[in-house]
């Protein structure tokens, strides 16, 4: 009996392997198995309560990210992460082939104030990019602001910048640590000396001038209270006016609701220095109000020209009182309209560029010309018009990719776009109105041949029958055998468009010999309007059914299979990659959820989280409430389940998505997980959502990631002349 006994039991086992192995009935994935003994995470007995439904919240004192046992918790995760990472032969080798491939010039897009030029420049390896100024476009540039001289280690960064009319003063901001805080200052263009002009506690604000340069528009918040920088909710935005040479407490307030909380504003001064305009937005809706004042007329009021969250509508331009937007009132895909704000009824609105085919992304208005940029089927054309609406020229772009840019003043003659593609590094061009034709300003030199990748544009079903647009890239001469390593990647909401960009990190993972796949989600933007409310809220799910539907198809195709499958994306795509995760785990190989939303039932609790409910819906909301619970990432892991490897990435001082959501998540993962493969989390110090990351950090973190792949697909490449096969660490 004993001996029959142990036969079953050992026959269970073997099952129990290949169950958490398996590609289905009769294969297996084939990749190691770990053995790893994951830092101990206590268990409370928090319970909350949602529509009568009690919901388990276990690891909720991993939210204290400063607490003794959280810090304890996030060192031991550290350490078996990066003991784990340092044994892969192969992450010292793509670590310096990233590094060399990193290390070359780039240029943003020049803006012109007054009779300057400002643009930035990284030479290479510079943790920032350095502001520019230079007096003509054959003229010496020189150094108006090195972020690098804030911080030793690059984590101060330069976030967004403003030029008075005349050129002669710069308004930056800067975060420190990556955080969504930012602090302003003013600079002197002329001697390059700061004045003595601070203000702090803004956040998701520019700056705009007023023409006298006097003083400029901000917003901000109220200081939040100590402890509580990077959690606290952020309500309550207001719109100030600094005036130079002042101290911050005395800037004026220009706007503000006291009686709705989860406003935002948006303040900037018209082209041509009569009017404040103000775009008021509630959370990351892409339906926002515009209001207005008149300047120079201190009796003037502000004025409430679109005062319903309805449509989308943009400021373009104005003549007189003639305002141009880009709206999607009664056009999903985007149209231009003229209001007169002396007769401001719909029914007197005049239509200048009707809704395309295409869907309207951006529109800039310069040399009296509008220049409209539209995406069709996920990349960019460019069409200019009369600012009557007559079509003038397409814009000749050099291939299939990306533009923007195309900055400028009605009276402009020339402006400045940048193109990229998967294999076309993002290069700037000079583009002349007269003319209409386009001349490089800077072609970065990056050392690979591009003419060695191919990229290809397919279309696939999703589960309800929807057609999604999907971007293949990889060496030429990939052979279709069912085995190539390949990184689907995604997004898919906040009306987000993923179109074809150049990274180094992804060329490096096609150098090495994998696939690099994106399609085109619901959520995103698109196709526009219809497009991503097909992926928000109660539809939510389509979201993760198009991811799963494209990872389906490249197995169909036979690029690769389950087992040399990951999947990768960050924020809202980590959101996507651990949804993904939880419902098809066998369809994946491995997984990297980077800074995700992972709590969907908690998220609108934290900073600027109350402002996704538009997205997400909120679960306050009883039949939003099912549908967040019924996919929210921590609350459908289940023990004893065959997850794929994972390694999570997220940031201690990550103040958009909070870092509790990874370490939440990570610490079910590592219960629940059955299989024998490594379930890690990385936690970056000194960093936040990923804006403003120093290159240095960004490298390592890229080495990482493939090195990881590397490991857990079994993957044996070749980089830099040197083997490099998978071991176990």
């Not at 053995?35 to 388990?56: C, F, L, N, Q, R």
């Not at 991993?62 to 892969?88: G, M, P, V, Y």
């Amino acid at each position: 009996m004993r001996e029959k006994t142990f036969i079953t039991t050992l026959l269970v086992l073997l099952l129990l392997v290949q169950g958490c192995g398996s590609d289905g009935p009769g294969g297996f994935r084939g990749v190691d198995r770990y053995i790893i003994i994951y830092p101990e995470a206590k268990k409370s007995d928090t319970v909350d309560e949602y529509h009568g439904v009690k919901v388990a919240d276990p690891y909720r004192w991993l939210e204290d990210e400063d607490s003794d046992d959280t810090r304890a918790w996030i060192e031991a995760q550290n350490r078996i992460t990066s003991a784990f990472l340092e044994k892969i032969p192969a992450r010292d080798s793509i670590r310096k082939r990233l590094t060399d491939l990193w290390n070359y010039e780039r240029s943003g897009i020049p803006t012109r104030k007054g009779n300057r030029y400002f643009f930035t420049k990284n030479d290479g390896l510079q943790n920032q990019s350095v502001l520019y100024t230079m007096d003509s476009l054959d003229g010496t540039p020189r150094v108006l602001l090195d972020p690098n001289k804030f911080s030793t280690d690059g984590t101060i960064s330069l976030g967004a910048t403003a030029v008075s009319e005349d050129g002669k003063l710069l308004a930056y901001s800067t975060s420190t640590g990556g955080s969504d805080w930012r602090e302003w200052r003013v600079r002197n263009v002329d001697t390059g000396k700061d004045l003595k002009d601070h203000i702090r506690w803004s956040k998701f604000s520019d700056a705009s001038w007023t023409h006298d340069g006097k003083g400029f528009y901000y917003s901000r918040y109220d200081a939040p209270r100590k402890g509580e920088e990077l959690q606290s909710s952020n309500y309550y935005q207001k719109l100030y006016y600094h005036q130079i040479g002042t101290p911050q407490a005395e800037d004026v307030v220009v706007y503000r609701d006291p009686d709705n909380k989860e406003l935002g504003f948006g303040g900037f001064v018209t082209d041509d220095g009569k009017y404040l305009g103000i775009h008021v937005r509630k959370g990351t809706a892409q339906e926002n109000m515009f209001y207005y004042k008149q300047l120079g007329d201190p009796r003037a009021r502000v004025v409430k020209l679109i005062d319903k969250f309805e449509a989308s509508f943009e400021f373009l331009d104005n003549d007189g009182p003639i305002f141009w937007f880009k709206t999607s009132k009664d056009a999903p895909l985007n149209r231009v309209v003229a209001i007169d704000i002396r007769n401001p009824d719909p029914g007197h609105w005049k239509e200048i560029i009707p809704e395309a085919e295409e869907t309207l992304r951006g529109i800039s208005v310069v040399g009296n010309r509008f220049i409209a940029r539209y995406l069709k089927d996920a990349y960019t054309k460019v069409k200019m018009f009369k600012l009557d609406g007559t079509f003038v020229q397409d814009v000749l772009l050099p291939g299939i990719g990306s533009a923007g840019g195309f900055p400028g003043k009605r009276k402009d003659m020339e402006t400045f776009y940048v193109f990229s593609s998967f294999t076309v590094p993002a290069t700037v061009y000079h583009f002349d109105l007269k003319t209409g034709k386009s001349t490089p300003f800077h072609i970065p030199e990056v050392k690979f041949h591009p003419y060695d990748y191919r990229t290809t544009q397919v279309f696939y079903t999703s589960k309800d029958g929807t057609r999604v647009p999907m971007f293949i890239t990889h060496k030429k001469g990939l052979e279709l055998n069912g085995n190539n390593p390949t990184v689907l990647y995604g997004y898919g909401g906040f009306n987000v468009s993923l179109t074809p960009g150049f990274s180094v990190s992804k060329l490096v993972w096609m150098e090495m010999g994998g696939v690099f796949a994106q399609p085109s989600l619901r959520g995103g933007g698109e196709y526009g309007k219809k497009w991503h409310e097909a992926g928000t809220r109660l539809q939510k799910q389509n979201v993760f059914d198009d991811f799963i539907a494209a990872a389906e198809w490249l197995i169909h195709k036979n690029y690769t299979n389950p087992s040399k499958l990951a999947i990768f994306g960050g924020s809202n795509g980590g959101l996507l990659v651990g949804a993904c995760m939880i419902q098809r785990p066998e369809l994946f190989g491995a997984c990297l959820p980077a800074v995700g939303v992972m709590d969907m039932l908690r998220f609108h609790k934290f900073t600027i989280g109350h402002a996704w409910t538009s997205d997400y819906g909120s679960p306050e909301d009883l039949e939003e409430f099912k549908a967040l619970h019924a996919y929210s990432p921590l609350h459908n892991l289940e023990p004893g389940t065959c997850y794929p490897a994972t390694l999570v990435t997220t940031a201690d001082h990550d103040d958009r998505v909070v870092p509790a959501h990874s370490f939440k998540f990570t610490a079910r993962l590592q219960a629940c997980q059955a299989d024998e493969v490594p379930v890690l989390i990385r936690i970056e110090t000194k960093a936040g959502h990923g804006a403003g990351k120093p290159t240095s950090k960004r490298i390592e973190e890229a080495a990482d990631r493939w090195a990881f792949l590397v490991q857990v697909l079994g993957m044996t490449v070749k980089m830099s002349g040197t083997p490099a096969p998978p071991s176990t660490p």
